[in-house]
């Protein structure tokens, strides 16, 4: 099992098989700099899709030498969303990375039934934490695509982050539905969406996964926790999958962890597509796009050895 990013960098370097990410609208800064070092420690090549004349000048502004990067010269932003696309459609291109381009422009090309990137799963977000002193990683879902889904879409958003914890080595993911208290109140849906996924994990409607909630945050990750509150289950106290009732506590959670745990790691993407998307904010930091480019390319590349 990967237990750090250092890790997950370790394994897609040593994956055998050449490995290439297309860039939608490439001409950001800290999007170049994170696809060169890519390229620099081993990870991948890239193809940049976008203005060709800014994204060589931003280059040349940075210091970075864009020698033996494939350029598209594609300006118009849904124009190059599509154009990614389908580099990453037709093979020539492992996973999808956001560019300057908005996340809507993107996600229509994704979508796009014809030459599109759809399959017959949902999309959801994953991010997979570091935090110092876990000794492990965890997975977060979903922070940022489903504001509030329902039960049978909870189920979906499980086993898309099932696919990812299983490229992490994680053969049996334990899944966390995280609710305000430990108990079923049918005054809080959560609670009673929770109760039901335990029940749909029990009676294989869930595949894969050990389910066990309503479980508040403190005992789905503390074993302290859980033991002093006397739940007794697979999954209290060692959640590798927390799963939010919505976007909100999800995006709190993210938040809360990125600016006030000094040191975290972490990586995000979206998933439930044929192919991973590389989905983060301008406001991360190089080091999450490029450890978001590592954990997808490892996605990736678990993908097509089951499908081969």
């Not at 993210?254 to 590389?278: D, E, N, Q």
Request: charged share 20%; proline share 5%.
């Amino acid at each position: 099992m990967l237990r750090s990013f250092g890790e997950i960098m370790t394994a897609v370097q040593q994956l055998k098989r050449a490995k290439t990410i297309a860039v939608a609208l490439a001409q950001e800064p800290e999007i170049l700099k994170a696809v060169s070092d890519a390229r620099e420690i081993g990870l991948a090549n890239s193809i940049l899709v976008g203005a060709g004349d800014k994204i060589r000048a931003v280059a040349e502004e940075m210091g970075l030498d864009l020698e033996g990067f494939a350029i598209v010269d594609e300006p118009d932003p849904v124009g190059a969303a599509a154009t990614a696309v389908e580099l990453v459609r037709t093979g020539r291109a492992d996973i999808l990375m956001k560019g300057l381009v908005g996340t809507a422009a993107l996600l229509r090309a994704v979508l796009n039934k014809e030459r599109g990137l759809r399959s017959d799963k949902i999309l959801s977000h994953v991010t997979v934490f570091e935090p110092p002193g876990y000794r492990r990683l965890f997975l977060l879902t979903d922070a940022a695509m489903n504001i509030a889904p329902d039960l049978q879409r909870k189920a979906e958003i499980i086993k898309n982050a099932a696919l990812i914890a299983n490229s992490l080595g994680i053969e049996r993911p334990k899944v966390a539905p995280i609710c305000a208290v430990e108990l079923v109140n049918t005054e809080m849906p959560a609670t009673v969406d929770a109760a039901l996924l335990s029940k749909m994990a029990q009676r294989g409607q869930i595949p894969g996964v050990d389910v066990d909630g309503p479980l508040a945050l403190d005992n789905a990750v503390s074993p302290e926790a859980a033991q002093r509150k006397g739940i007794l289950s697979p999954v209290a106290g060692q959640a590798d999958i927390l799963l939010v009732p919505g976007i909100e506590v999800g995006n709190v959670i993210y938040k809360t962890l990125h600016y006030f745990c000094p040191g975290v790691k972490l990586a995000g993407l979206v998933t439930g597509a044929r192919a991973p998307i590389v989905l983060t904010s301008r406001a991360d930091s190089h080091e999450t796009k490029l450890h978001s480019i590592a954990l997808s390319l490892l996605v990736s590349s678990m993908m097509v050895s089951h499908n081969s």
